[in-house]
């Protein structure tokens, strides 16, 4: 199996050593390297899994990658898939909390990166271009569209802006009954015991986590280390911009209200996770890999080998919760899509998608500068035009667009 799927396996390892950008992003990319250069999935394919991940907490673009490879060679593949994917990220983070005490302090920001941001602009507008004619087709998806546009571009960054939107399209779609009847036949009885692992898991990490601080454990801190962060990757929505926040209150902003009662808590300096959160812009891969920068430092204090233990809790524990909630419902997402009410409700959560991208290319276009007259401003636009065109009218593999982009930061 493992020969066969070498290819794909290859073009995995290519795309998450150049998919900058956020989950976002990372679906433009997905369209060239999986769709348009190689077709390993369909367009309708792709759309239906990133749909179905949106719905789920964890890390989208992690779990929308895994679906292709559950697809291609069920189980086996798409685990191999999720380590191929999160691995050479999590290594950089993982080996970024010991580099830091190196570091010259505050220099957060790399030259070599700078057009970086814009190429990610460029590759949302190519899935944008790519997803508008199958999302959008008649007054309903245009009416939803506009709303999750100005209601993203109004309220972006709030956790629960995304289910409710994508919640709210699929039940508008539904009612009408005409476009889309109920023609499948009955599904078959759901078996929910799947999700008892990851219940498991949750539920036993919580009360291991709890039994060692109150009895001080003297190996709490990985157990409490692994509890947080799965917990977090459990429960957050939105990607890996919410899930930043989260890890800062946990582990910046709480414990320093509670060191004093509570002087064994893990903790990360609020300087270094700044500096940790600006890194991880810079490193291709899933932003979820910040955790395993974070695992590091919480044992930055317990010793090297404690520390690199640390980076590893962090890894397995912030993408374990999303490998398990997508394989475990996907099986149940298409038995219970038989359903016509599925298929309206994706009708309007794919217009929803698409308005999304659209306030979401310009929630990243603001931090770039487009408008001034300056050589950098118009350098950004070029950026911008030259990656939509490359991938929508050319077979230029992403990482040499990439490749592109950080050397005219070098030179420039």
């Known amino acids: 199996m493992l020969i066969r799927h ?16 956020g989950p976002q992003a990372h679906l433009g990319m997905m369209f060239k390297n999986f769709v348009q250069k190689t077709p390993y999935v369909t367009e309708k394919e792709l759309m239906e899994y990133n749909t179905f ?7 989208s673009s992690t779990q929308t990658l895994t679906l292709i490879g559950y697809k291609r060679g069920g189980v086996p593949l798409a685990i191999l898939t999720l380590l191929i994917w999160i691995t050479p990220a999590s290594v950089l983070m993982g080996g970024l909390s010991f580099l830091l005490p190196y570091l010259e302090k505050g220099s957060t920001r790399v030259e070599l990166f700078q057009f970086i941001p814009a190429m990610a602009a460029g590759f949302l507008i190519f899935a944008i ?9 008649n007054t309903i998806t245009w009416v939803i569209l506009l709303i999750c546009m100005i209601a993203t571009g109004i309220l972006f960054g709030r956790p629960w802006l995304i289910p409710l939107l994508l919640v709210t399209s699929g039940i508008a779609t539904n009612f009408s009954k005409k476009r889309i009847p109920q023609t499948e036949e009955k599904p078959k009885q759901i078996r929910w015991w799947n999700i008892w692992l990851f219940g498991f898991i949750f539920l036993t990490a919580g009360i291991l986590s709890e ?8 190996e709490r801190k990985p157990i409490n280390l692994f509890e947080n962060t799965y917990r977090m990757g459990s429960l957050v929505f939105g990607g890996g911009q919410m899930l930043l926040p989260m890890m800062y209150e946990q582990w910046s902003v709480r414990p320093a209200t509670v060191k004093e009662k ?8 609020q300087h270094d996770f700044y500096m940790g959160m600006g890194m ?6 899933p932003v979820f890999s910040f955790a395993s920068f974070a ?27 999303s490998a398990l909630l997508v394989l475990f419902f996907f099986p149940i997402w298409h038995n219970i899509k038989k359903y016509a009410v599925v298929y309206r409700s994706l009708e309007g959560i794919n217009a929803a998608v698409v308005g999304i991208l659209i306030a979401s290319t310009f929630y990243i276009s603001r931090d770039i500068s487009l408008l001034e007259n300056t050589t950098a401003g118009w350098t950004n636009l070029l950026v911008i035009a030259t990656t ?25």
Not at 53 to 59: D, I, K
Not at 262 to 269: A, E, F, L, M, R
Not at 298 to 320: D, N, P, R, S, V
């Open 211 to 218: 039994t060692a601080r109150k009895n001080e454990w003297p």
């Open 262 to 269: 509570n002087p064994n808590v893990v903790q990360i300096n």
């Open 6 to 21: 070498l290819p794909f396996l290859r073009t995995v390892l290519s795309h998450s050593l150049t998919a900058f950008g």
């Open 280 to 285: 991880v812009q810079a490193v291709p891969g």
């Open 295 to 321: 695992g590091g430092m919480a044992m930055e204090k317990e010793g090297k080998g404690l520390q690199l233990i640390g980076c590893i809790i962090g890894t397995i524990a912030i993408f374990l919760p």
């Open 53 to 59: 991940c949106q719905l789920l907490p964890g890390a």
């Open 129 to 137: 271009l790519r997803i508008f004619p199958m999302a959008i087709k």
């Open 388 to 412: 939509v065109l490359l991938l929508r009218f050319t077979k230029i593999i992403s990482p040499l667009i990439v490749l592109g982009c950080l050397l005219l930061g070098y030179f420039l």
